[in-house]
C-alpha cells in the first residue's frame, strides 16, 4: 500500500488520524477505522466518532509503520464503488 494506490485499498482496520477538517472539533480525532460507509468513517480510539469523509484529511498508517496523508473528498463514494472509479495516476 503506497499514497499512490492507498484510495484502492481496505481502509478498515488501519490507523486513521484527522489532520485537517473544516470544522476545528474534529482535527486530532485518531484511532482505529471500524466502519466505512459512502460518506463516513467510524474512528474508534478513547471513544467512537463518525467523521465526514468530504471535509477532512486523513493520515493513515500502514502495517509498515508508513503515514499516508489522504485529501477525504479522495474517499468518498462507496468502497466496493472506489475500485471501479478511473483516478489519475
Not at 500500500?1 to 482535527?27: D, F, Q, Y
Not at 509503520?65 to 464503488?81: A, Q
Amino acid at each position: 500500500m503506497t499514497a499512490r494506490n492507498i484510495i484502492w485499498h481496505e481502509l478498515i482496520g488501519l490507523k486513521a488520524k484527522v489532520i485537517r477538517a473544516s470544522h476545528p472539533e474534529l482535527v486530532g480525532i485518531e484511532g482505529y477505522v471500524l466502519d466505512e460507509t459512502r460518506n463516513t468513517l467510524t474512528i474508534g480510539g478513547d471513544r467512537v466518532w463518525t467523521v465526514p469523509k468530504d471535509v477532512v484529511e486523513f493520515e493513515f498508517e500502514t502495517a509498515a509503520g508508513e503515514r499516508i496523508r489522504v485529501d477525504g473528498r479522495n474517499l468518498v463514494g462507496r468502497p466496493e464503488m472506489r475500485l471501479k472509479k478511473r483516478w489519475r495516476k
